[in-house]
């Protein structure tokens, strides 16, 4: 892949290169600058290929026909609450209100870097706005332990990613539901249930999951302390941009697990399947020293005070003060368009004088 992609470059720099010479001459300084664009970018996809490899944990796996899953010591997930195993699916929560399942795995998780890509399916009878509650994926310290968010115990030590479907805060003028976010939690946060999570969230896309009739996927990367989430939503086979954070610090040896929640309102929460996959990153020997002397006992994230104040920033703006805002941008470059044809007009006049 790498090759492929690093002499179809090749080919492409030397048809410019060409065409420079056919045609009328370039500068050598712009030829030169188009040789180091492509070298670079060839040298960006031989990175990308050989610097990252993934290989499918098995033990860390959910899929069916789900064999590892069981009471038993010997099987790999276990089942908690009205969580349930069918031909097709994990059904986390029917759709009946008041109730709430999850599977977790029994192996932790020592790897350092990894990626992990969930099938699951939100269906039910309920229409637009009663539905609820919604479905969490997890890598955290403790396991197999009911609560209040999405169906898992508050105050959680790890990472959590949550599907929320239902509104609580009545006043949501820019954020659409169902909503995808996430949040590391180092035993003392509590979610903020009433207010979606938004207090301690890190970032997050609205996802229109609900009663779809194609697959759904979620993807979670964790590579180099950066934390990435993806969605594939829309039928096309495309992940989408979600979150992309870095300094988000994650211990090794937590757990692997999803699950969900219904109240009032509810739903169907399903996982298809759930792949976890082992990513080898090759790191400088500065890298890998720097690593071993900050070794990660607490989950944390970097510069967090700050992203919670640009996210306040971002929630004090009202729709009004969003109009005003588009609406003195256009102002103010229509008048920066106008000044300059003035200044053009008076310049080209002067010139046109120049030759009378």
Not at 141 to 164: A, I, S, W, Y
Not at 192 to 203: A, F, I, M, N, V
Not at 243 to 250: A, E, F, Q, S, Y
Not at 300 to 322: F, K, P, Q, Y
Request: aromatic fraction near 10%; include cysteine.
């Amino acid at each position: 892949m790498a090759a492929a992609s690093s002499s179809s470059l090749y080919s492409g720099s030397k048809l410019l290169l060409g065409f420079t010479c056919k045609g009328k001459k370039m500068p050598l300084k712009f030829r030169w600058t188009i040789a180091f664009l492509v070298v670079t970018l060839s040298r960006c996809f031989a990175d990308d290929d050989h610097e990252m490899e993934e290989f499918l944990k098995r033990e860390h796996s959910l899929s069916k026909p789900y064999q590892g899953v069981g009471s038993s010591s010997s099987s790999h997930w276990e089942l908690m609450g009205d969580a349930m195993v069918t031909t097709e699916q994990v059904r986390l929560t029917p759709d009946m209100q008041s109730r709430q399942g999850a599977i977790w795995s029994r192996i932790p998780c020592h790897l350092k870097d990894w990626e992990v890509q969930v099938h699951f399916k939100i269906h039910g009878q309920g229409k637009k706005n009663l539905n609820g509650d919604g479905l969490a994926i997890w890598y955290t310290k403790e396991r197999m332990q009911k609560g209040p968010v999405f169906g898992n115990k508050d105050n959680f030590t790890g990472l959590g990613v949550f599907v929320d479907t239902y509104p609580n805060e009545e006043k949501h003028i820019e954020r659409i539901f169902p909503f995808v976010l996430a949040m590391v939690g180092n035993g003392t946060i509590s979610y903020d249930h009433e207010r979606d999570g938004r207090p301690t969230e890190l970032g997050g896309c609205n996802a229109m999951v609900r009663n779809l009739k194609h697959d759904t996927f979620l993807f979670i990367r964790y590579v180099r302390r950066r934390l990435t989430v993806m969605i594939d939503i829309d039928g096309q086979h495309e992940w989408r941009d979600c979150l992309d954070l870095p300094g988000v610090r994650l211990p090794q040896g937590y757990y692997f697990g999803a699950s969900a929640i219904t109240g009032d309102l509810s739903d169907n929460h399903d996982i298809i399947s759930m792949k976890l996959y082992q990513l080898t990153v090759l790191r400088s020997k500065k890298e890998e020293e720097e690593e071993e002397e900050d070794v990660i006992t607490i989950p944390s994230v970097d510069n967090m005070e700050l992203i919670r104040c640009e996210m306040t920033h971002d929630e004090g703006m009202s729709g009004i003060a969003i109009f005003f805002t588009v609406l003195f941008s256009m102002l103010g470059c229509i008048f920066l368009i106008v000044i300059g044809l003035v200044v053009y007009s008076h310049w080209n006049e002067n010139r046109r004088k120049r030759f009378y």
